[in-house]
């Protein structure tokens, strides 16, 4: 399985430092990152974290004395008792392991069981959020997090349709969605309910709200806290975040005055750090990726 990390020089730049150096990389996945940051120096340890089992399976192959796995959802970060940490990376999203394991449900063209969480252990799968979920809670996920816009259509219809029909497999659920869209953009019909549903059922803006506070507050002083999205949702909440703890205005509405911002950190990136084309061409799943780097004040 292919498998190469994402903005990996930037990463390694971002976190670079000499000497003792302890790492908290909350998404090992394919453990590409987490050997770049060992690889990169000799007195550098590292602590994985992840959610998802067969992540967890992987680790156990780095037979690595200055690296710890620990299973855990970065959304519970603040219960972790490791630390100070002085480099964080949240490389956010489904790995391409994931992507490309059919069983897992993630992937539209693959038949598979309907499943899509990266924690197999617990949860709702996508198949049970169809038939269990309320209105507001199907609206949620297709228009908030989806961003579909025929949104209104989707809910109706899957509120509907699981009278007396179930979404058993990936390949089933997308094609009832191309029959039900309209087929006029270039991505497949079922990509914005599939990612909705997905971040729905996995609460991945949750956990990144509450897991960007607990890492920050796991920095030591000069501490430098990374963090990769893929889309617009998550990079709103990393950008406001780093914004609000460099003592920026979050956005444009943020009327407080300077004296009522702290300044806790500093942005070591104005703009997010996109990969070069070189990148993009050699590993098209890093086209979305937007890395903004933050650093604790000392
Ligand atoms: C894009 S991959 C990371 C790839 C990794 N940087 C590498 O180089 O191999 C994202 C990983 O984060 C994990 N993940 C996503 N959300 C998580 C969460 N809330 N807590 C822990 N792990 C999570 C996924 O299971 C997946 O393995």
Redesign the pocket.
Known sequence: MD?K??LFQEVMAALRKEGPALYL??????????RGLLESNAEAAVVG????PE?AERATAFCEKRFEFIA????KLATLDRGPFDGI?M?????S??LDTAERGFSFNKEAPCDMR?DTRSGVTAAQFLETASEAELTRAIRDFGEEVAWRKVVRSIIETRETHTWDTTTALAAWLADLLPKHTRIHPATKVFQGIRIAI?D?LG?LER?LLAAFAKLKPGGVLAVISFHSLEDRIVKQFFREKAGLPIDRHDARCQDDRAVQATLLTKKPIIPTSVECAQNPRSRSAKLRILQKSF
């Not at 990389?25 to 987490?34: A, I, N, R, S, V």
């Open positions: 498998h990390p994402v990389d909350c998404t090992f996945g394919g453990g590409g990152h987490t974290l992840d959610c998802d992540a855990l959802n970065f959304g990376l490389d956010l999203g489904v790995s392991f994931q990266m996995n991945e956990n897991g």
